[in-house]
């Protein structure tokens, strides 16, 4: 059974940063791709960031892009987001997910991917 675990959110004052992690077990970590989406609060789930299978490829959300980095660690079975110069727009619940067949492309949407963990809460006071 895939499971991912969230961690790393919490309450930052705008312009600060956060790293968050997602930490994969179940299967073998590398060779499907990988993504982080959020929610935020009376808003539909929306897509931050992917990686590919082996993370040669990265993709972002016009929103975070330059600010944003997604990265993953397969000697840690590990998937990151360090987020810089946050704002009150950022605030949401993140959610990192990956897919359940082997791909070499990334993926937007929702349905590009299987397996979800509970979220991390992100909260910027201005």
């Known amino acids: 059974q895939v499971q991912l675990v969230e961690s790393g959110g919490g309450l930052v004052q705008a312009g600060g940063s956060l790293r968050l992690s997602c930490a994969a077990s179940g299967r073998t970590f590398g060779g499907y791709r990988m993504g982080w989406f959020r929610q935020g609060p009376g808003k539909e789930r929306e897509f931050v960031a992917a990686?590919?299978?082996?993370?040669?490829?990265?993709i972002y959300a016009d929103s975070v892009k330059g600010r944003f980095t997604i990265s993953r660690d397969s000697t840690k079975n590990t998937l990151y987001l360090l987020m810089n110069s946050l704002t009150s727009e950022d605030t949401a619940q993140y959610y990192c997910a990956t897919a359940s067949s082997r791909s070499a492309s990334v993926g937007r949407k929702p349905s590009d991917y299987s397996y979800w963990g509970q979220g991390t809460q992100v909260t910027v006071s201005s």
């Open positions: 990686i590919s299978s082996i993370g040669g490829v990265t």
